[in-house]
């Protein structure tokens, strides 16, 4: 099985700041990764895919990066609604597995 | 419109069972692998299993209920479906369906999902 390693598991951070979330494979996963966002009580909402390609309707403070077994989700300037955990899944093989989360907290 | 609708959860003791129910709309449903998530309280989300598209032909499961759940599809109701039996505490979770999307198997919608407790 394929490990997601996902850091920082928190983050605080303030209005406008630049916010980096690393993801890392156990083993190359080329650019078969997905990141979602998740609000408490709400489902998973996609934000990613493919690694970098954003998802229609989403914000473009929003960027992925990455290939192999290294990946970055930024955020360039948080904003009040971004409050939330993110999680990172890879798309390689089955079974698929998700990263621990990080949860984007005010500072 | 994409919409996600699951049902079936609830409260039942461990070895019961419970057949949980997505129905899809919105989309053609025969063409989408699905998938289930679940998400057991205050911890992060699990995968659970796997259906490819058309016929259902190929299945998967995590290792953590291999031989107690059974997924499956009904595309003339536009419905997906999880049969979870010999249920344990640990099964105890929020459960999404979500619709893959083609070749990047990222889930790109998903249910509301369905609260199942197992306890006694």
């Known amino acids: 099985d394929i490990q997601m390693t996902q850091s920082p598991s928190s983050v605080s951070a303030s209005v406008g700041d630049r916010v980096t979330i690393t993801c890392q494979a156990s083993?190359?996963?080329?650019?078969?990764l997905g990141w979602y966002q998740q609000k408490p009580g709400k489902a998973p909402k996609v934000l990613i895919y493919?690694?970098?390609s954003l998802q229609s309707g989403v914000p473009s403070r929003f960027s992925g990066s990455g290939s192999g077994t290294d990946f970055t989700l930024t955020i360039s300037s948080l904003q009040p609604e971004d409050f939330a955990t993110y999680y990172c899944?890879?798309?390689?093989?089955?079974?698929?597995?998700f990263g621990g989360g990080t949860k984007v907290e005010i500072k | 419109e994409v919409q996600l609708v699951e049902s079936g959860g609830g409260l039942v003791q461990p070895g019961g069972s419970l057949r949980l129910s997505c129905a899809a709309s919105?989309?053609?449903?025969?063409?989408?692998?699905m998938n289930w998530v679940r998400q057991a309280p205050g911890k992060g989300l699990e995968w659970v299993s796997y259906?490819?598209?058309?016929?259902?032909?190929?299945?998967y499961y995590a290792d953590s209920v291999k031989g107690r759940f059974t997924i499956s599809r009904d595309n003339a109701k536009n419905s997906l479906y999880l049969q979870m039996n010999s249920l344990r505490a640990e099964d105890t979770a929020v459960y999404y369906c979500?619709?893959?999307?083609?070749?990047?198997?990222?889930?790109?919608?998903w249910g509301q999902g369905t609260l199942v407790t197992v306890s006694s």
């Open positions: 979500a619709r893959a999307s083609p070749i990047t198997m990222i889930g790109d919608h």
């Open positions: 919105g989309f053609t449903f025969r063409s989408y692998e």
């Open positions: 259906i490819s598209t058309n016929s259902g032909s190929t299945i």
């Open positions: 083993q190359g996963i080329s650019r078969w």
């Open positions: 493919a690694a970098s």
């Open positions: 899944q890879q798309a390689k093989s089955f079974p698929l597995t």
